[in-house]
């Protein structure tokens, strides 16, 4: 597998337009990437002596409800990935073309907390092209090492809406995991998908503004699935080990602004915890922590 370094972070912006735009309606026309079929990259992309901008730090604590501490929080290392996330998807190498995957699910394994002075290296590729009912799933993986030391990794599953699909070859471990009931209510502005698309870099459309959401089959702008996953683990946050692993599945957008639900409950050692709308009972996100992983 060969392997492609980056001394920096990609910029994201011109990747984010170099997805946006083959997809958009007014401009159908013009010629799009063109994506290889039926196989993953062989590559890994990677980035090594990854240092924590602490302000940086600060800015997403802020707008995900973490505390300031002396370790990053359990989904920051996501921020270092993200890059190369959309450094892969736009490969034509990449089986799907960016625009039309949906972030599914998400399972994060921290191995022990990540200091916020701790240099890290990243790698992220691209694995399990399989299928599913209504299309195909394939996962990004990614690894977070210090000094050759595994200490937190990634599989983010994305979905592909196509004909031809079949049965999935595993059961998903969240399938029929209900989100439980909750009195926690979290307000949520309609700038939030500009707030964390700041931070993150994710700066698609779907998460901006009514407008650009519309011209991609939304009835308005959307929060970002890892925004949900950071703000419930910020939740629970007095209450997780050093060590844990968390599954999430994204089961319904949240609609910007509006009013959310949190809940979790016991379940033996383990926390199933999830979001639901406040008006109506659509759950959002439903997830499990594992506290012996």
């Given amino acids: 597998m060969a392997t492609r370094t980056f001394d920096k972070a990609p910029s994201t912006a011109p990747m984010m337009l170099k997805a946006v735009l083959p997809a958009l309606p007014v401009i159908g026309g013009l010629p799009?990437?063109?994506?290889?079929?039926?196989?993953?990259?062989?590559?890994?992309?990677?980035?090594?002596?990854?240092?924590?901008?602490?302000?940086?730090l600060e800015a997403y604590n802020e707008v995900c409800g973490f505390p300031l501490g002396d370790q990053l929080p359990a989904t920051?290392?996501?921020?270092?990935?993200?890059?190369?996330h959309m450094a892969l998807m736009t490969d034509t190498a990449f089986p799907f073309a960016p625009m039309g995957l949906v972030h599914l699910r998400n399972t994060i394994r921290q191995h022990r907390p990540l200091g916020?002075?701790?240099?890290?290296?990243?790698?992220?590729?691209?694995?399990?092209?399989?299928?599913?009912?209504k299309g195909s799933l394939v996962d990004l993986v990614t690894e977070v090492s210090v000094a050759g030391e595994l200490v937190w990794d990634e599989v983010t599953t994305l979905f592909s809406r196509h004909k031809g699909g079949?049965?999935?070859?595993?059961?998903?471990?969240?399938?029929?995991?209900?989100?439980?009931?909750?009195?926690?209510?979290?307000?949520?502005?309609?700038?939030?998908?500009?707030?964390?698309?700041?931070v993150s870099g994710?700066?698609?459309?779907?998460?901006?503004?009514p407008l650009t959401a519309k011209a991609f089959g939304f009835p308005t702008n959307i929060a970002h699935g890892m925004w949900t996953l950071a703000r419930s683990l910020s939740a629970l946050q007095n209450r997780l080990p050093d060590a844990f692993a968390v599954d999430v599945e994204f089961r319904k957008p949240i609609l910007l602004p509006g009013t959310v639900v949190f809940g979790s409950e016991l379940e033996g050692a383990d926390i199933v915890f999830g979001v639901k709308g406040a008006k109506k009972p659509v759950t959002h996100l439903v997830g499990r922590v594992t506290t012996k992983p």
């Fill in 32 to 56: 799009g990437i063109k994506h290889a079929k039926g196989s993953v990259p062989d590559i890994v992309l990677e980035r090594k002596g990854v240092v924590t901008d602490v302000k940086h």
């Fill in 76 to 84: 920051y290392p996501h921020m270092a990935a993200f890059g190369l």
């Fill in 116 to 133: 916020v002075a701790e240099a890290f290296d990243v790698s992220v590729r691209a694995a399990d092209l399989r299928p599913h009912p």
């Fill in 166 to 198: 079949s049965a999935e070859t595993s059961k998903p471990s969240l399938g029929g995991v209900e989100a439980p009931s909750g009195v926690v209510h979290w307000k949520l502005a309609g700038d939030l998908g500009r707030r964390y698309g700041s």
């Fill in 202 to 209: 994710d700066r698609n459309p779907i998460h901006l503004y």
